[in-house]
C-alpha cells in the first residue's frame, strides 16, 4: 500500500468513496459542491490537501485536510476534515497510515498542530483515534447557514 496525493485520474474512484463517507454521515451534498472540493486539491491558491491509500491501482482510503490560520500558531493548524477507508479494508492500518501522512504534512508546513473530529457514536474510528492521541475535550457548536 501506498500514500500518495490524489491525482486527477483516481476522480472516479474518489467519487464513489466520497458518496459513502456521505452516506456514512446521512447527508448528500450537490454535485457543484463536490466538483468545487475535487478542484480545490489541484488548485494552489488553496491551503487544502488530499491523499490516497493505493493498493495495486485501487484507492481503499483518503484524507482531505487544510491549513487554517489560528491565534495561537504563529503558522497555523493542520485540519484533517475527511478521512474515510472502505469497509473491506478497514482494520488493516490504512486509516493509521493515512493519518500519519497528514501528520507528516503539517510538520512540513510548520503547523504548531494538527486535529479532526468525529461524531461522539463512531465508536471504532474513536478506538483509532484514541490510540493515537487523547480527547481534548473541546465541544464543538455549529450554526448552519
Not at 489560528?70 to 493542520?78: H, K, N, P, R
Not at 508546513?109 to 480527547?135: E, F, H, P, V
Amino acid at each position: 500500500m501506498i500514500i500518495r496525493n490524489i491525482e486527477r485520474p483516481d476522480r472516479a474512484q474518489w467519487d464513489a468513496m466520497w458518496q459513502a463517507y456521505l452516506v456514512f454521515y446521512e447527508t448528500s451534498l450537490p454535485d457543484h459542491t463536490t466538483d468545487l472540493t475535487w478542484e480545490r486539491f489541484f488548485d494552489a491558491s488553496h491551503e487544502f490537501t488530499g491523499f490516497i491509500a493505493e493498493e495495486d491501482g485501487k484507492i481503499l482510503g483518503f484524507a482531505h485536510s487544510m491549513l487554517r490560520q489560528s491565534t495561537w500558531e504563529e503558522v497555523g493548524e493542520l485540519y484533517l476534515e475527511d478521512l474515510f477507508t472502505i469497509p473491506e479494508a478497514r482494520g488493516k492500518g490504512i486509516g493509521r497510515a493515512l493519518i500519519n501522512h497528514v501528520k507528516e504534512q503539517a510538520i512540513a508546513m510548520g503547523a504548531g498542530c494538527m486535529y479532526w473530529q468525529t461524531k461522539a457514536g463512531n465508536g471504532t474510528a474513536r478506538i483509532l483515534y484514541d490510540s493515537i492521541t487523547q480527547n481534548n475535550d473541546y465541544v464543538q457548536y455549529k450554526i448552519n447557514l
